[in-house]
């Protein structure tokens, strides 16, 4: 093995968080690794001041020009966009923020979906990867100071916004089990006593599965679709299963053996505030071999 494949393996994970981040999509994460890789093996390692450095400021330009192709495509995408989750195994969180799990959530991913190209790379790499303003001026050709700005402004439209409940695993797997408990009784008033008054449903089948193609908001209008959903004739063939998606405990839904969506949620622990679906078979597909589920298929019923 050559040093350069050495000092790319050596660096992977890291730069597979940054573009994955970057661009909520496993497979879009991957060619832009693989284009930084290209650019690389033609590099002289020797010559670079930091060759962490050069690789993240390789792979974080490459993501922000695949970003700005991915943003035109999703502005057709049919219903709400969610990112491509992440099985247990694929999921790395740097080591200097080990307890900021959430950063990787699928809540939080589709927060940074409001921001900017350059606004989403500043405040990742930032935020959470502990780069300086310095080097994060080199990478996107700015100054320092218009840097703090992209990060400052990105914090007031994501990180104002995001709830940062303080739930231990145990509390949120109790609260998980609650709600799948309370969706199969198909008891309304059950139902609804686990949303929050403002509480938020997105689903994403990307017109390939059966789902809620609009936001759904406030416990009410939830708790209506469960309440449904638990009166149809193929609801005794649905089963949970309890599963990580992107670092945090969530469950997936199996309908006749097949996965049909996972869905994560936001909770302080005696609620849920967002609930959050993915059921495109496209972005379940690899999830489910990583996880050694059931292969899945175009779904027959929404969750």
Not at 182 to 207: C, E, H, L, V, Y
Not at 224 to 243: C, N
Request: include cysteine.
């Amino acid at each position: 093995m050559s040093a350069n494949v050495e000092i790319f393996a050596g660096h992977r994970d890291r730069l597979f968080g940054i573009a994955y981040r970057m661009l909520g999509s496993r497979a879009d994460a991957e060619d832009v690794l693989q284009d930084a890789w290209l650019r690389w093996h033609e590099q002289d390692s020797s010559a670079l001041r930091s060759t962490e450095a050069w690789l993240t400021t390789m792979v974080t330009r490459l993501a922000i020009d695949r970003l700005r192709s991915a943003k035109t495509q999703r502005a057709t995408y049919f219903g709400p966009w969610l990112p491509e989750p992440l099985a247990e195994t694929e999921v790395v969180t740097p080591e200097s923020h080990a307890e900021f799990a959430s950063d990787l959530s699928v809540a939080f991913m589709h927060l940074l979906e409001r921001l900017g190209e350059e606004e989403r790379a500043a405040f990742v790499l930032h935020d959470v990867f502990d780069c300086d303003y310095d080097d994060i001026a080199e990478t996107l050709g700015k100054t320092p100071a218009a840097c703090r700005q992209l990060v400052h402004r990105a914090r007031e439209r994501v990180v104002t916004e995001r709830r940062r409940f303080r739930v231990d695993e145990e509390a949120r797997i109790s609260m998980l089990r609650r709600f799948m408990d309370a969706a199969q009784s198909g008891d309304f008033n059950k139902i609804k006593s686990m949303f929050a008054p403002d509480a938020r449903m997105t689903s994403d089948g990307g017109g390939k599965a059966v789902a809620v193609f609009r936001p759904l908001f406030g416990a009410e209008r939830i708790a209506r679709l469960w309440w449904a959903l638990s009166r149809r004739p193929e609801a005794p063939s649905v089963e949970r299963r309890l599963v990580r998606i992107n670092g945090e405990m969530g469950f997936a839904f199996y309908f006749r053996g097949r996965l049909h969506s996972i869905s994560t949620i936001d909770t302080d622990g005696e609620r849920i505030y967002g609930y959050y679906s993915i059921a495109n078979p496209d972005k379940l597909r690899v999830f489910a071999q990583r996880q050694e589920l059931p292969v899945t298929r175009p779904a027959t019923r929404a969750s």
